[in-house]
């Protein structure tokens, strides 16, 4: 039987068990919520197969929260100042421009010509600088970094969804991987 010299040891050893095991719960339950919404969420083990792709945002960023999160946040958050450049990783078309007041604000969907993902942009300052059904290159100015819909500071909210794509059955893929590639590479 394990002995104690404080009951202050024993409270910390019994938060800190508690602590791990909520932490492993949670991710848990986020992972299987995900899956039967979104068609499945990839976690760890992604490598970079998109590519040679450009990082979104064209400022100094920080990394904010990340897949999971621990409320089933699908994608990066990448913290920067409101008004930075918002460029498209990857050239494709255009697939959705819209505004979302309880979640993404404006945000813009494009259909990687050479990949096989949709890559969602999210949380612009205004309306995207694009329109549907447009084509677009690696790089091209898609809006500005900002903190509408359900935001709360200045960043990118980015996402990427397998085929067939965002919401229409595709499955979420962590982004972290491919950004810090992309990032590496435009140093």
Excluded at 89 to 102: F, I, T
Excluded at 153 to 176: D, K, Q
Aim: glycine fraction near 16%.
């Amino acid at each position: 039987m394990l002995q104690f010299k404080s009951l202050k040891a024993l409270v910390a050893l019994m938060l800190g068990t508690g602590l791990v095991f909520w932490a492993f719960y949670s991710l848990g339950m986020e992972v299987a919520r995900a899956a039967g919404s979104s068609g499945g969420l990839s976690l760890a083990g992604d490598k970079p197969k998109a590519g040679k792709g450009i990082f979104p945002v064209k400022a100094r960023v920080s990394w904010g929260d990340g897949l999971g999160a621990g409320r089933g946040h699908q994608g990066q958050d990448l913290m920067a100042t409101c008004g930075k450049r918002i460029v498209a990783s990857k050239a494709g078309r255009v697939r959705l421009v819209d505004y979302q007041a309880g979640g993404a604000g404006n945000y813009v969907v494009v259909r990687g010509t050479d990949s096989k993902f949709d890559y969602v942009y999210m949380h612009m300052i205004k309306a995207p600088r694009v329109r549907k059904g447009q084509r677009v290159r690696a790089g091209q100015v898609l809006g500005y970094v900002g903190s509408t819909g359900r935001s709360s500071a200045c960043h990118l909210h980015f996402e990427m969804w397998t085929r067939p794509g965002w919401y229409r059955g595709g499955g979420v893929r962590n982004p972290r991987p491919y950004l810090m590639s992309w990032r590496r590479a435009s140093r």
